[in-house]
Structure formats: C-alpha cells, structure tokens
C-alpha cells in the first residue's frame, strides 16, 4: 500500500518537474510513470537491502533505460523523459542533513550524511551510464540481426 | 534525400545560417552538446556538394566550418542566454530529420525554425504552479505528513513568485538558486511557527528541490558519455555549485534559527 502511495507522489512530482521543464505535452505522462516507476523500485530496494546507493543506481538505471524505450516509442530525445524522471533519486534529503549537522557541530554524522550524498550522486551517473551502454549494446545487437 | 542544391555562394550562407539558428535555438533551451553537434552536422552534410563539414560545440557557444568548392567558410556563434525548454529541444530535433529527409528549401526551413523558437512554452504560472507541485509532493515522499504538503507547496509557491521577478535582472544559476533555497527555508520556519506544518524537516526538504539542477545533471553524465568531456565537465561543475548553492541557503537559515534570531 505504501508503495502505491509513494509511487502516486513520486509520479505527480515528476509531472510537475516536467511541467517546470517546459517538456512537450504528450511527454508528460510518460515521463511521470518513468519517473514513479523508479523511485518505486528505489523505495522497495532500499526497504530490502536498507542500503541508499545501491537502490538510486538501480533506480536511475530504470530511468535511462526507460527514457531510452520511450525515446524510441514517442520519437523524441531521451533527456526529455530522462531529466524529470531522474530528480526524484536526486539526495536532496541527504544534503538537507548534511547542512544540518554541520550547524549543529555534528561534524560525525555531518561527514556520515554528505559521503552518503556523495555516494548516491555518483550512483545517478553509473545507472545512467550503464543503461545507456545497455541500450546501445541490445540496439547494436538487434541491428546485426 | 533533400532535392534542394546549393548553387552559390549566398545559399553557402543561408544553409549555415540556418544549422546557427537550429543549433543555437537547441543549447540555449539545455540540449546536451552532441546532440547539437550531430544536428548542426547532420542539416549541413545533408547537400552535396557541402564537404568537410565539422562543428565544434561547447556549453557557451559553437564553431561551424564547412567546404564549398574548395573553399572554406568559418562561423562562430556565442550563445549565452540558456534557459530549459525541453519542448522546443524535441521540435527542433524534428525539424532536422524531417529537413534532410524531405525536399524542403532554405527559405522555408528558416521559417519553419523562427515559428519554433517563437512557440510560447506553458505558461508562468503553469510553471511556478508545476514547481511548487513538485515540491508539495516531495515533502510526502520522504515521509512527510500530509499536513506538510500545503506548507512546501506555499514556500515554493512565494519563492518561486520571488525568483520570477528577480529574473530581469540576469542574477547568475548560483545567486538565483541561493535566494530560492533561503526563500524557501525561511517560509517553511515560519510556515511551522503559524502552525499549519509539522516536519520542518520534510518541509525544507521538499520546498527546495524544485532547485535541483536535473537538466545539468543529465547532460553533464550524457555528454561524457559521449566523449564531449569539455562540456561535461563544465556542466557536472555547474551541478555542483548550483548543489552547494542550496545547501549554503538552507544551512544560513539553519544557523539563525539554530542561534535563536528566527
């Protein structure tokens, strides 16, 4: 059930973002159901495996290869469905924590929460890196036969 | 095949006028660099007797250079107003499979491309309202109680009015994103002090990431990817100050309430 709801706000959230963006209008929807999806998958792995990282690399690997299949179905580039379907794993949580220790001269957990931050930042780039080498093998792939 | 032959000079001209205009229309509105780079080279390419066509795309502006009858034409172009429509990334990209495809003249693709980049996006409002959604909705996806969806949706709401007219001044992403995180932080305080949240954390949370750089952030792994590092490096820099620009808004709030002035 929690997961139904988090991925309603997550899609509404992403609609909103690709609003903000200015995407085209039969975009929006996709966009918003790629970017709910992944956050979805992100909120089930990181209740499974309760580790952040690994959950927004496979999170932003769906993203891409979703705005990958979606940019050949609707015809447009990826980013338009890649870029508000990506701000949801962006740590902006981790980052609120991090400045919030910090004024409190927690300086501990300030460095626990801003490597984690780090960590998740450098995770967005390898899943949208990997789902892009993915896509263009298998579109390689499928050429050659 | 495009049917249309470039029989002098002048054509020579309005051919690379109209990749400058395609290309500049595209990475004034975020499009990453290579995607601007294959449309500048693909609508040039596309003539016969054009050889040696080769551009040369960075974040703030491009090279163009291309052989006619051996002899060498240079353009550079400055771009430096760049602001985010997605839409008008999709319709230009469009525009340059459909020129090389179909027989369509210079004349008409430039006029094709100035209706393009006239097209109004949504409009303000539509975008300010899509803004503070995202951040309402935000604020619930990290755990927040629905009674903080209506405070981050107001603290978004007002420095997103805010941010708007500042914007006719031209402050840089830097200043623009540390007056919406502090905006937005200061509200969400006193949003909690009238009562009407109860996370303030989760209410801080949300109202700022309406500020988050996702187009940076896309472009600047994307570009990489594709061997641009230049432009991706500059863009993966420009997430990261817009990033530490939220953060010292949010943190200076943070330390006067921490201190007892707010």
């Known amino acids: 059930m929690s997961v139904l709801l988090q991925f309603m706000y997550s899609f509404f959230a992403t609609i909103g973002f690709a609003i903000y963006f200015g995407a085209p209008v039969n975009s929006i929807i996709p966009s918003g159901i790629s970017g709910g999806a992944?956050?979805?998958?992100?909120?089930?792995?990181?209740?499974?495996?309760?580790?952040?990282?690994?959950?927004?690399f496979m999170g932003a690997?769906?993203?891409?290869?979703?705005?990958?299949?979606?940019?050949?179905?609707?015809?447009?580039?990826?980013?338009?469905?890649?870029?508000?379907?990506?701000?949801?794993?962006?740590?902006?949580?981790?980052?609120y924590y991090t400045m919030s220790y910090l004024v409190g001269r927690n300086f501990n957990k300030a460095i626990n929460a801003g490597t984690e931050v780090f960590f998740m930042a450098a995770a967005i780039a390898m899943g949208i890196i990997v789902s892009t080498i993915f896509t263009r093998t298998i579109r390689r792939f499928k050429r050659q036969n | 095949m495009n049917h249309f032959i470039i029989k002098n000079r002048k054509d020579v001209q309005k051919l690379s006028t109209l990749a400058i205009f395609a290309g500049k229309t595209m990475l004034s509105n975020g499009a990453e660099t290579y995607r601007v780079e294959d449309t500048i080279n693909r609508i040039c390419s596309s003539k016969e007797n054009i050889k040696e066509v080769d551009s040369f795309v960075t974040q703030s502006g491009f090279f163009l250079t291309l052989e006619y009858e051996g002899e060498i034409f240079t353009y550079l172009k400055r771009v430096k107003d760049v602001g985010?429509?997605?839409?008008?990334?999709?319709?230009?990209?469009?525009?340059?499979?459909?020129?090389?495809?179909?027989?369509?003249?210079?004349?008409?693709?430039?006029?094709?491309?100035?209706?393009?980049?006239?097209?109004p996006g949504y409009p303000k409002y539509l975008k300010i309202l899509g803004g503070s959604y995202v951040s309402g909705f935000f604020s619930l996806m990290y755990g927040g109680s629905p009674q903080d969806f209506?405070?981050?949706f107001i603290a978004s709401f007002?420095?997103?009015?805010?941010?708007?007219?500042?914007?006719?001044?031209?402050?840089?992403f830097f200043i623009d994103r540390f007056i919406g995180a502090f905006l937005s932080?200061?509200?969400?305080?006193?949003?909690?002090?009238?009562?009407?949240?109860?996370?303030l954390d989760k209410i801080i949370i949300g109202s700022i990431m309406y500020l988050v750089p996702g187009v940076s952030i896309t472009n600047s792994i994307r570009d990489t990817m594709?061997?641009?590092?230049?432009?991706?490096?500059?863009?993966?820099?420009?997430?990261?100050?817009?990033?530490?620009?939220?953060?010292f808004g949010v943190g200076i709030v943070l330390n006067l309430k921490s201190k007892g002035w707010i």
């Open chain 2, 150 to 152: 209506l405070p981050s």
């Open chain 2, 226 to 247: 594709s061997g641009d590092s230049l432009s991706g490096l500059s863009k993966g820099i420009e997430a990261i100050l817009s990033a530490l620009a939220i953060a």
């Open chain 2, 185 to 199: 932080s200061l509200l969400a305080i006193f949003a909690v002090k009238l009562g009407i949240g109860v996370n």
């Open chain 1, 38 to 56: 992944s956050w979805s998958l992100y909120y089930i792995m990181f209740s499974i495996l309760n580790d952040k990282i690994l959950a927004t």
């Open chain 1, 61 to 95: 690997f769906l993203v891409g290869t979703l705005g990958e299949a979606l940019a050949i179905k609707y015809k447009k580039p990826a980013t338009v469905f890649i870029t508000p379907g990506i701000v949801p794993l962006v740590p902006g949580a981790g980052m």
């Open chain 2, 84 to 119: 985010i429509n997605l839409n008008k990334i999709n319709l230009v990209n469009d525009f340059s499979r459909q020129f090389v495809n179909q027989d369509i003249s210079l004349e008409k693709g430039m006029k094709t491309l100035d209706e393009i980049n006239n097209i």
């Open chain 2, 158 to 172: 007002i420095s997103l009015i805010i941010l708007d007219k500042l914007s006719k001044f031209n402050l840089t």
